[in-house]
């Protein structure tokens, strides 16, 4: 039973990038999936949420419209794909799954996915 994030590396900036989180052992569409991003001496930051009963979704304010979460519940993985990179966005990027959006923080994650990195530099 585990989360995994994958799809990160070395881009641009102004380049564009889609990241997965894969589940196994449990069905995803079960569950509010989020991404979170921790930069190198940074706290973790919440990109952004996707319910798991309407579809609803919610972005952190500052990073409104360069980012989109998506699911495929045949597939059991989320996506977030990022638009216009800014080196400011370098981090490593996790996934994480709970009951709903609210309940996903800290300490109320039901899994938790290993992070993939992303570096934006030219």
């Known amino acids: 039973v585990q989360l995994q994030a994958y799809g990160g590396g070395l881009v641009r900036p102004r380049d564009s990038l889609k990241i997965s989180c894969a589940a196994s052992?449990?069905?995803?569409?079960?569950?509010?999936v989020g991404w979170i991003r921790q930069a190198p001496g940074k706290e973790r930051e919440r990109v952004s949420c996707?319910?798991?009963?309407?579809?609803?979704?919610d972005y952190a304010d500052s990073l409104k419209g360069r980012f989109t979460i998506s699911r495929d519940n045949a597939k059991n993985t989320a996506y977030l794909q990022i638009d216009s990179l800014k080196p400011e966005d370098t981090a490593k990027y996790s996934c994480?799954?709970?009951?709903?959006?609210?309940?996903?923080?800290?300490?109320?994650?039901?899994?938790w996915g290993r992070g993939t990195q992303v570096t934006v530099s030219s």
């Open positions: 052992g449990f069905p995803l569409e079960r569950y509010a």
């Open positions: 996707m319910s798991s009963t309407d579809g609803s979704t």
């Open positions: 994480a799954a709970s009951q709903s959006c609210r309940t996903l923080v800290p300490g109320h994650y039901d899994f």
